[in-house]
């Protein structure tokens, strides 16, 4: 029989910050994909076991093109015609398209050039560190460490002005917050889209040494680097910021754990990829059948839309023995947080690298280092949010 999710859940269960909400772990119990109706009727599907998950991931049949997008599991959008993804924009594209953006940006993020940078994000961590300390004890370690490192890094990259991130950094907040109505996403999405046109615009009066302006002596127009750029930047930090803050509060919740990183540093490689998989901030995505396909005992009529819980399916106990646990040690390797098949994540390795610099130099620099609230008052992100997180994170330590 068919199991159906009656509705999409709108919160996490009180005190779980880090688990997927309950009626999607419900729903796995039952069966690795679930029938779901839309909010405008659509009859849809919800994907939450790790198989399914990866195996339509890497399907061709199922399209990630932002005109195909129709239906939403919270909004109904009524008669509102969704538009294709601007030029550049590539995670809303399927090939040839989606290649032709990609290719070019693929040698600039190996694991190689990635590890180049270790260097320069050990600097920016232990500056941040620094000024926590003149700060402290007692710091919001989101605005104080989460979100700059990131954001530093990715400016960097891209060659963007750190002091420029007044006029993104916000607004992109805004869009994968989950916190602000449809007018004034649209407005922080326009902003976004504003200044990263004058900066294509300033690269080509004056290329300098980074991603961008390598780009210039390629065929992509202004308008498709654009839109590149505004892939990058939003990929680029927000979900990096929100795996350090999440991350730390996770261990903070976890004291075995905590302690068994500190005792051994060499675990931190091992300690990303558990964290990885157990916070699955990059908790959803969506596609949408291009034809008829079977899957699962089911057939997946073309056209419909289907939602991949890769938070859900990195807790899937068919693949994980204790699924619920954060166990560093964990035997069994690999994980969908960072998505599968074509769109997997192009920053993956410098997200690896940033995440396995900032989390052991934290612990090290403070030893003491606890939360300064108790544990329900962490102000979590609304789980209409695209990335899970949490708005800040009180933290203080021994002087
Ligand atoms: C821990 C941090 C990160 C997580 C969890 C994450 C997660 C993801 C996921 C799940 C996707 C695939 C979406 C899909 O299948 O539709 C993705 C795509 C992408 N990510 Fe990341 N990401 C992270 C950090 C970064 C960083 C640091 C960058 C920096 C450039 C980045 C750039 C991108 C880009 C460009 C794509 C689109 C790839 C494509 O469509 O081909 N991400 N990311």
């Known amino acids: 029989m068919t199991h159906t999710l009656p509705s999409m859940p709108t919160s996490r269960q009180p005190g779980c910050p880090f688990d997927p909400p309950k009626e999607l772990i419900d729903a796995r119990e039952h069966s690795p994909i679930s029938h779901f109706t839309f ?4 009859q849809g599907w919800v994907v939450t076991g790790f198989d399914l998950t990866r195996q339509i991931l890497a399907d061709p049949r199922f399209s990630s093109r932002r005109e195909l997008m129709k239906h939403h599991p919270t909004i109904d959008y009524g008669d509102i015609e969704v538009p294709p993804a601007p030029p550049g924009e590539f995670l809303l594209m399927d090939e040839p398209q989606h290649g032709r953006y990609r290719k070019p940006l693929v040698g600039r993020f190996t694991v190689r050039r990635m590890r180049l940078l270790t260097e320069r994000v050990e600097q920016i961590t232990a ?40 006029r993104f950094q916000e607004n992109i907040d805004k869009f994968l917050g989950g916190e602000v109505g449809d007018e004034e996403l649209m407005a922080a999405y326009l902003a976004t889209q504003e200044y990263l046109a004058e900066l294509v615009a300033a690269k080509r009066a ?30 680029g930090f927000d979900t990096t910021a929100n795996m350090i ?19 051994d540093p060499a675990l931190a490689e091992q ?3 558990e964290l990885l998989r157990y916070l699955s901030v990059a908790k959803q995505f969506f596609r949408v059948a291009l034809e008829d396909v079977e ?16 938070s859900t399916a990195n807790r899937d106990p068919d693949r994980y023995t204790d699924p619920h646990a954060l166990d ?22 410098l997200a690896r690298v940033e995440l396995r610099v900032a989390l052991p130099a934290l612990l090290s620099r403070f030893p003491t280092l606890r939360l300064a609230v108790p544990a329900d008052q962490v102000p979590l992100r609304p789980e209409a949010a695209d990335i899970h997180g949490i708005k800040s994170l009180p933290v203080t330590w021994e002087d």
């Open 127 to 166: 500056e941040h560190l620094d000024a926590m300390e003149k700060a402290g004890p007692a710091v919001d370690l989101v605005t104080a460490f989460a979100k700059p490192i990131p954001a530093v890094v990715i400016c960097e990259l891209l060659g963007v002005p750190y002091e420029d991130r007044g």
């Open 271 to 273: 300690a990303v990829e």
């Open 328 to 349: 560093l040690h964990r035997q069994e390797g690999g994980h969908l947080a960072f998505s599968h098949g074509i769109h997997q994540c192009l920053g993956q390795q």
């Open 245 to 263: 803050a999440l991350g730390t509060f996770a261990l903070l919740r976890n004291p075995e754990q905590l302690a068994a990183l500190r005792a």
């Open 39 to 42: 909010p405008d009727g659509h």
């Open 206 to 235: 004056t290329p300098t040494d980074d991603v961008l302006s390598d780009l210039l002596d390629t065929d992509l127009t202004d308008e498709e680097l654009k839109g590149m750029a505004l892939i990058l930047l939003s990929a």
């Open 295 to 310: 899957l699962g005992g089911h057939t997946i009529t073309a056209g419909t839309t289907v939602i991949l819980s890769l």
